[in-house]
């Protein structure tokens, strides 16, 4: 592969990606596409978003080497990047930063985003208060019930919350609703995108945000280690923390990137949120990408017991690594992130979010086949606090 | 000439009515008859929603059309079937599907322009694809002899408009307002400055759509525009409607709406 430059002028990676949308949404994007131009060639919008990171969220996270895990696996050793740590508890809180930052250069004092599990809800609803803009977040109405703590979190911090009745009343209905809008109150409104997903150019500017995350990793790892990981795995619902983390290491020889998609009851159940694996590219909410559909080009619903990767797409980008070959994608089932949850809680102390879960059970899986002087790094992309809920109802305990 | 072409030419500078109906809703069997009774209370073109399960550029009242359309299996197929059966008692009313892109792609783009072509379609409004994503969507479709029928926003910059242009067969569809369909901020005297600045660069009538509610905003607005839109209000009644008074009722309330227009 040569110098990776994707996407193009266009916003496509390959055949992937692009700007599907009603025409009453090209100009908001072509502004924003213009906007951001600008600011990704200033070195003070640069400087200041990195000033917000270190102050306000925290960064760099640190990378913890998780020696109980890895010596009950017998493999290989692994390394956990710590992205729980940040302010708000996911690595959303990159991506909110860099977007409001946006707003304010484009004058715009609303904003709204869509959510699923609620950790984007709760970033976005954290940085509007930090900089003073009006928010909105629109969850779906299943979500609403099924994390309710962070639908309370988003209000405290000054959010309006509107749950989404239509469709699926999930994240991808969250989704349309917010493009809703966004088309209706264009000129007041930015849209602040949770993921490395929808119409150019959100794909490229979610993971130019999250790519601190890499970033960091290319050098807290040789200073731990001595050298790079042979393996970097996250989940993959719509992909943000993975591209962020993916995204500095694609031109790096030796370094396996590893995508873990949702498998839900198992891919064969049909009950899954795995478009990568069992799905075919399609468009839908402004992107062409992999999508799980029927025969007649319909959306269909997905299943995971994690909310965030309870997703029918998968971001451009990754479509793209996935064909090209640059990156794998796996699944792991809701049992076997369930399982690895645990194991995280008691061997580190650590209670990762379920959608990272996913991301460490595929390390779990996978560390006893290598050898002891191997290095998987999972990038750890939020805290589990907000799951506590779902894990006991699993375990027919009611809180 | 296209049946689109040849019904604007004989109306000869007077108005037309586009009423909007979603494929299917409230149940595929009752679609024909419902598309009838629009010709009957006085359409010059239907438009015909093809049902989608993320219509993100619709207001609640299609989305639910959708929905109610959906939950009877109704596919993009079914949906060419109805337009086959139309044929067989109305071969002059043009029919325009407008839809969402991911089912015509699902069927295949040569494939779906073929059999809409064969089915009696006259043009295709793809909401979600804008020219620059599939330059080669507008020549297929009218390799099959189906017209590209475009939208237009009021944020649609000059050159852009002009490019569009180039493109459109038919008519293009003016967005009104900023928003969703069936949004109720429509500003008259914005649209009409819009239409005479849109015609410079728009060779083909100009329907406008998107928040027309009742007989007097189709009155104002048609006094600048060559066609009336009317999707929402038509879909709430038939929301509305027993199954034994959906036809009747459209037939009134499009022929309300054609006088207004006359």
Request: include cysteine; hydrophobic fraction near 45%.
């Amino acid at each position: 592969m040569g110098q990776y430059d994707l996407p193009d002028a266009g916003g496509h990676f390959g055949p992937y990606g692009g700007m599907y949308v009603a025409e009453t949404l090209v100009a908001a994007l072509e502004e924003l596409k213009v906007e951001y131009a600008r600011a990704r060639n200033d070195p003070a919008f640069w400087a200041e978003y990195r000033h917000e990171l270190k102050y306000y969220v925290g960064r760099p996270s640190p990378i913890y080497h998780a020696r109980r895990w890895s010596e009950r696996l017998g493999g290989a050793q692994i390394y956990l990047k710590r992205e729980d740590l940040n302010h708000t508890g996911a690595h959303k809180i990159n991506n909110t930063i860099g977007q409001a930052l946006l707003a304010r250069r484009m004058g715009k004092r609303r904003v709204i985003a869509e959510t699923g599990a609620g950790q984007h809800g709760v970033a976005s609803a954290t940085v509007a208060a930090r900089y003073g803009m009006e928010c909105v977040v629109y969850m779906g109405a299943d979500d609403v019930k099924r994390q309710s703590p962070n639908v309370y979190r988003m209000k405290l911090l000054g959010a309006t919350v509107v749950p989404v009745s239509s469709g699926s009343r999930t994240l991808k209905d969250a989704l349309n609703e917010a493009m809703r809008d966004w088309v209706t109150n264009v000129d007041s409104t930015f849209y602040i995108l949770g993921t490395a997903a929808g119409p150019h150019p959100y794909p490229m500017l979610v993971r130019d945000f999250q790519a601190i995350i890499g970033e960091e990793c290319k050098q807290q790892m040789p200073e731990l280690t001595g050298r790079q990981p042979d393996v970097v795995v996250a989940c993959v619902g719509g992909g943000s923390n993975a591209i962020g983390i993916f995204y500095p290491y694609i031109d790096v020889d030796g370094v396996r990137l590893v995508g873990v998609e949702a498998a839900g009851d198992g891919i064969a159940s049909g009950r899954h949120a795995a478009p990568l694996a069992a799905g075919r590219p399609g468009v839908l909410h402004g992107f062409n990408g992999y999508l799980m559909q029927d025969a007649n080009g319909l959306v269909m619903e997905t299943h995971s017991v994690s909310a965030g990767l309870d997703y029918p797409g998968v971001g451009p980008e990754h479509c793209y690594l996935k064909d090209s070959g640059r990156a794998e994608y796996d699944s792991v089932t809701d049992d076997e992130a369930l399982a690895a949850f645990h194991d995280c809680c008691h061997l580190e102390g650590i209670i990762p979010a379920l959608e990272s879960s996913h991301a460490l059970a595929w390390a779990a899986r996978t560390a006893p086949a290598m050898s002891r002087d191997q290095v998987i790094l999972v990038n750890l992309s939020g805290r589990g606090d907000k799951d506590i809920n779902t894990v006991a109802a699993l375990s027919g305990i009611t809180l | 000439m296209s049946r689109i072409a040849a019904c604007f030419k004989a109306l000869a500078g007077g108005r037309a009515l586009i009423p909007f109906i979603t494929a299917g809703d409230p149940e595929p069997g009752m679609t024909v008859e419902l598309m009838h009774a629009l010709v009957a209370g006085g359409a010059d073109i239907i438009e015909l929603g093809v049902p989608f399960s993320d219509p993100m550029a619709d207001g609640p009242v299609i989305q639910r059309a959708s929905e109610r359309a959906l939950k009877h299996g109704v596919s993009l197929a079914l949906v060419l079937d109805m337009v086959a059966e139309f044929r067989r008692r109305d071969a002059s009313t043009p029919v325009v599907l407008m839809g969402y892109l991911n089912p015509f792609l699902a069927m295949g783009l040569p494939g779906f322009a073929l059999r809409a072509a064969t089915a009696g379609v006259d043009g295709v409004l793809t909401v979600d694809c804008p020219p620059e994503e599939i330059e080669s969507l507008a020549a297929l479709l009218e390799q099959s002899g189906l017209d590209p029928i475009f939208l237009l926003a009021p944020t649609t910059p000059a050159e852009r408009v002009a490019r569009i242009g180039r493109l459109a067969r038919g008519y293009v569809y003016y967005v009104s307002l900023k928003g969703v369909t069936g949004s109720a901020n429509l500003d008259i005297a914005e649209v009409t400055g819009k239409i005479a600045a849109l015609r410079e660069n728009i060779p083909v009538p100009i329907g406008v759509g998107f928040g027309i509610r009742d007989a007097e905003t189709a009155r104002a607005i048609a006094v600048a525009a060559d066609a009336v839109v009317v999707g929402s209000r038509l879909v709430q009644e038939i929301e509305a409607a027993s199954p034994q008074t959906a036809a009747g009722n459209l037939t009134r309330l499009v022929a309300e709406l054609k006088a207004a227009i006359r």
